[in-house]
T-cell receptor
Framework: QKEVEQDPGPLSVPEGAIVSLNCTYS??????FMWYRQYSRKGPELLMY????GNKEDGRFTAQVDKSSKYISLFIRDSQPSDSATYLC?????????FGAGTTVTVRA | DVKVTQSSRYLVKRTGEKVFLECVQD?????MFWYRQDPGLGLRLIYF???????EKGDIPEGYSVSREKKERFSLILESASTNQTSMYLC??????????????FGPGTRLTVL
């Protein structure tokens, strides 16, 4: 069983829709939770990070962590074609990041 | 802005060749990492280094070695390339301040094809 499970999609939504992305994990030692965005032919870039259960908002993006259920989510409101990318969840216990497989999202204009 | 650069965007090599992938970061970060990214598998850590001349194995070190002679440069070496090493290789760096936001900054990646 992988430490981090993420539905690879692909996910296709119309512009303006809410995008919902999820990851589950099995390692209770994970303390920090991150979402990376990766555009085609580019390296991943950090989108959001959090270390506590609950919600964290940044503009149109909301990261949600439920440590009791070992479940994290990313919501993108009012999605735009420029949000089309692969989104990777990542979790950190000490020095090391463990990544999900990534979900490819396409926002249709 | 943190900048992580990788020597090549695309590389084609033959089975058995020795391959060098170079990574340079300009932010004086202590930690540097090499990952490979494959469809459906996400990013998997090959090696990392937390200081000059120091290295630690990641999850999939077999068939790879690394070198870090200078703080800003971290090299990944495939001693004898094989077709199952065809992949996207990503380098990353991070500081060691211990802060919550000590995240990893990634380079653009090198897509390696081994024929």
């Amino acid at each position: 069983q992988k430490e981090v499970e993420q539905d690879p999609g692909p996910l296709s939504v119309p512009e303006g829709a809410i995008v919902s992305l999820n990851c589950t994990y099995s390692n209770s030692a994970f303390q920090y939770f991150m979402w990376y965005r990766q555009y085609s032919r580019k390296g991943p870039e950090l989108l959001m990070y959090t270390y506590s259960s609950g919600n964290k908002e940044d503009g149109r993006f909301t990261a949600q962590v439920d440590k009791s259920s070992k479940y994290i989510s990313l919501f993108i409101r009012d999605s735009q074609p420029s949000d089309s990318a692969t989104y990777l969840c990542a979790m950190k216990a000490d020095y090391k990041l463990s990544f999900g497989a990534g979900t490819t999202v396409t926002v249709r204009a | 802005d943190v900048k992580v650069t990788q020597s090549s965007r695309y590389l084609v090599k033959r089975t058995g060749e020795k391959v060098f992938l170079e990574c340079v970061q300009d932010m004086d970060h202590e930690n540097m990492f090499w990952y490979r990214q494959d469809p459906g598998l996400g990013l998997r850590l090959i090696y990392f280094s937390y200081d000059v001349k120091m290295k630690e194995k990641g999850d999939i070190p077999e068939g790879y070695s690394v070198s870090r002679e200078k703080k800003e440069r971290f090299s990944l070496i495939l001693e004898s390339a094989s077709t199952n090493q065809t992949s996207m290789y990503l380098c990353a760096s991070s500081p060691s301040t211990g802060a919550v936001g000590d995240t990893q900054y990634f380079g653009p990646g090198t897509r390696l094809t081994v024929l």
